[in-house]
């Protein structure tokens, strides 16, 4: 079993619409957790931290529940740009820096 | 400012020949990174340095690889007797103790096919 599950898609949605990616993680010590972004064929850039409490960013919200290890990212009102590959991603601790990445989501936002 | 260099960007090897990747990470960061990141997957750690200490190989996948970082910023992945497994896009990220946790700056790649 992969350490970060996620979707893989594809999601296909149309421009203005709201989608919603979900991700479960298998390590309980995980400590910390972010979304990147990977567009085709290029290199993979941090979207955003995620935390327990919830945060948001513009059109994006990522939520934590750490008692059923599961991460979401919502994308509200959706633009042409947005298309990409959505990696979920974990940390095991602030001392091991590595990052441990799901296999993304494919996001396709259409006309 | 530069960000993360790698290089060659593409790297066609016949199996059995040896290969070396290069990255320059952004300078004055302190910890660098390796990750293979096969089609269609999301990247897996390989390595990581904290300025010349190599602290973690944990990821290496078969005592074939060796990285090293010797002057604590330029690192180069080495892969010797390459097979065809080993094809993929190896990517290089640098961070600073001083960015926030998680938040690691990728190079972009360099895509190995073996043949």
């Known amino acids: 079993r992969k350490e970060v599950e996620q979707d893989p898609g594809p999601f296909n949605v149309p421009e203005g619409a709201t989608v919603a990616f979900n991700c479960t993680y298998s390590?309980?010590?995980?400590?910390?957790f972010f979304w990147y972004r990977q567009d085709c064929r290029k290199e993979p850039k941090l979207l955003m931290s995620?935390?327990?409490s919830g945060n948001e960013d513009g059109r994006f919200t990522a939520q934590l529940n750490r008692a059923s290890q599961y991460i979401s990212l919502l994308i509200r009102d959706s633009k042409l740009s947005d298309s990409a590959t959505y990696l979920c991603?974990?940390?095991?601790?602030?001392?091991?820096?590595?990052?441990?990445f799901g296999s993304g989501t494919q996001l396709t936002v259409l006309p | 400012g530069a960000g993360v260099s790698q290089s060659p960007r593409y790297k066609v090897a016949k199996r059995g020949q040896d290969v070396a990747l290069r990255c320059d990470p952004i300078?004055?960061?302190?910890?660098l990174f390796w990750y293979q990141q096969a089609l269609g997957q999301g990247p897996e750690f390989l390595t990581y340095?904290?300025?010349?200490?190599?602290?973690?190989k944990s990821g290496l996948p078969s005592d074939r690889f060796f990285a090293e970082r010797p002057e604590g910023s330029v690192s180069t992945l080495k892969i010797q007797r390459t097979q065809q497994e080993d094809s993929a896009v190896y990517l290089c990220?640098?961070?600073?103790?001083?960015?926030?946790?998680?938040?690691?700056?990728f190079g972009p790649g360099t895509r190995l096919t073996v043949t």
């Open positions: 990220a640098s961070s600073s103790f001083r960015d926030r946790a998680g938040e690691q700056y």
């Open positions: 390590n309980s010590a995980s400590q910390s």
């Open positions: 995620v935390y327990s």
């Open positions: 991603v974990v940390s095991p601790s602030g001392s091991a820096r590595q990052l441990t």
């Open positions: 300078s004055g960061h302190v910890s």
């Open positions: 340095f904290q300025n010349e200490a190599q602290l973690d």
